[in-house]
């Protein structure tokens, strides 16, 4: 009985990190349709966040029927609740990218304006990295990395707020600007909180080996 | 000791509606301050999450000790997992408010367009109503009423929509609304994404009474 536990245990963990794999590609796609004009690419984030939601609806189910019959204790129910609280977060993230992907697809013909989107793309780089390291920080359970992680943030709330800036100032100077500088600005508030959920996973870690629930960065959670 | 778990249970009940009713009144709050340009108010606003998270924080910890040391099961242990889920929805909705609060301080003697000010505040009572509905449905865990406020959402998202069209449409027209007229835009969708916590709340009560997570409007979550 307790092996079969500890190998659902590693199950939970391993279908945790696929599902982070998965919300991290969305987010990439997402970026790179809105950046490429590629409907067809931003239909297929919106169709596959399907998937990111019915995993998360299976990994929560999973954890409440463990709960419920192998009444973990400690280090383990700590496991399971970290794996309950990050999948909603990874849930959310995904709920980012179709929003950029929504974003893509109202664009019709818009005058663009090429350096803000290479802003955003940058922004999403590093966006990107933010993901696929705190899915790393969460393999190892590592503390360390996760507060480093976490203060990172500040650097992507800096770029979301200079690309804020510079849609405004574009869509004060040129009226046929405003669509396509109104998308900049939500990407750019969406790529911000995906930060933010990042941030939140780094909670989850620190919460999973000490124990305590922290808040990381009580800041400016919003532009 | 069963007494004692009874009491803790009701306990939980009681704290989780009470931080419902704080976060409705941040809700309430911010769209206040941010319609009468009342910084003082919207600052007010902002201090208070502080107090909010800490209940979030609290209710969360109390919900992980029930389950580490009561090792609840069936209905008992859905009545934790609802309020520790459906809590950190609250939690966000107030960080929304937040949000809103901090569009009033950035606004600088802006243009203003009152007709759209006037959509935003019927608006925010549609989302007042809406939260303070949810708060009822889940104090008598009423999951009737819970599908009806969740199917009320697309009329915030329609409203919601409404202002963030008027608001493009005022910022092409004139560029002196731009910064305005952003603001608009943002706030708008800081309320319609309050209506998507509600929604999840919702989720919650359905869970409590039936065991199963379900997903309601799987709809356009966002604009």
Same mark, same amino acid.
């Given at each position: 009985m307790r092996? *079969?536990?500890?190998e659902?245990? /590693?199950?939970? #963990? &391993? #279908?945790? $990190?696929e599902m982070?794999?998965m ?7 997402? &970026? =790179?349709?809105?950046? *490429? ?5 931003a239909h ?5 966040d /399907? ?11 999973k954890c409440?029927?463990l709960i419920?019959?192998?009444q973990p204790?400690?280090? %383990?129910l ?6 309950? =609280?990050?999948?909603?977060d990874l849930?959310?993230?995904g709920? #980012?990218?179709v $929003?950029?992907a929504?974003s893509t697809?109202r &664009? ?7 350096e803000?989107?290479? !802003?955003i793309?940058d922004l999403?780089?590093k ?7 705190v ?5 190892k359970? !590592? &503390?360390e ?5 976490a203060?990172? %943030?500040r650097i992507i709330d800096k770029a979301?707020y200079?690309?804020?800036?510079a849609?405004?100032? %574009?869509m =004060?100077?040129n009226?046929?600007l405003?669509?396509?500088a109104? !998308?900049?600005?939500?990407v ?5 909180r995906?930060? !933010?959920?990042?941030t939140?996973i780094?909670?989850w870690?620190?919460y #999973?080996?000490?124990g305590k629930v922290?808040?990381l960065n009580t =800041?400016n959670?919003?532009i």
């Open positions: 092996q *079969n536990f500890e659902e245990l /590693n199950d939970l #963990h &391993v #279908h945790f $990190s982070g794999m919300v991290n590609e969305a987010i990439y796609k997402s &970026v =790179k349709a809105f950046i *490429n004009h590629d409907k067809d690419l297929a984030v919106i169709e596959g /399907n998937t990111i939601n019915s995993r998360e609806a299976e990994l929560e189910n409440f029927e419920a019959l192998q204790v400690t280090s %383990d700590r496991k399971i609740i970290t794996v309950m =609280k990050a999948s909603a849930e959310r993230m709920d #980012h990218a $929003s950029i929504k697809i &664009v019709k013909g818009n005058k663009r304006v090429p803000i989107e290479a !802003d793309a999403a780089e966006v990107k990295k933010s993901v696929e390291d899915l790393e920080a969460y393999l359970y !590592d &503390v990395k996760a507060e480093e992680i203060l990172n %943030d979301a200079t690309i804020t800036e849609a405004i100032n %574009d =004060k100077r009226s046929e405003v669509i396509g109104t !998308d900049y600005l939500l750019a508030a969406y790529l911000e995906i930060g !933010d959920y990042v939140n780094c909670e870690i620190i #999973h080996e000490t922290v808040e =800041k959670k919003d």
